[in-house]
């Protein structure tokens, strides 16, 4: 059993969602999992509030790395990719082939792409920051428009 919290944001509505130990999603969005128990903010537990807080930090420039306990639930080579990308550093970007590098499957970008694509634990595992090969806005779940605006923002706030 799981329980999620709804989250208003700069991008709009996200739900995060954790067992007892570790956040296992965060999405775009007011949709609950099945297998979970929507909370409020009041009955949240410390771990969900952490996260919140964590995130209006992000949101507000505050914080560029989170340190809530992450368990994203995937194959092993998709946890690969999730890891490379929380290497990642705040206000930079990768592309789909140096990540595919940084794992040593030099050839995978496609694959990288499909692992990214289907990152659970989006913002908190940094899918925003791969780009395209030639510099260009490719593929986010929430959409092109949202993943630009965390870029600006992480731009912004890296430069003070």
Not at 26 to 36: K, Q, R, T, V, Y
Not at 90 to 109: D, S
Request: aromatic content about 8%; proline content about 5%; charged content about 25%.
């Amino acid at each position: 059993m799981t329980n999620s919290l709804r989250l208003s944001t700069p991008v709009g509505i996200m739900t995060l969602t954790a067992t007892e130990t570790a956040i296992v999603r965060l999405c775009f969005g007011d949709e609950i999992p099945a297998d979970s128990e929507a909370l409020s903010e009041e009955e949240a537990t410390p771990l969900l509030r952490r996260a919140a807080q964590e995130l209006r930090e992000y949101f507000a420039g505050d914080r560029r790395g989170f340190s809530v306990p992450l368990a994203p639930r995937g194959s092993e080579f998709q946890k690969k990719v999730w890891e490379a990308l929380r290497t990642i550093p705040y206000g930079e970007t990768r592309t789909y082939k140096q990540i595919a590098e940084q794992i040593g499957h030099n050839l995978a970008f496609r694959a990288v792409g499909m692992a990214n694509n289907r990152n659970p634990i989006g913002i908190l595992i940094p899918c925003h920051r791969v780009i395209g090969y030639d510099g260009k806005m490719t593929g986010y779940a929430a959409g092109i428009d949202i993943k630009e605006q965390l870029l600006a923002l992480e731009q912004r706030y890296s430069r003070t």
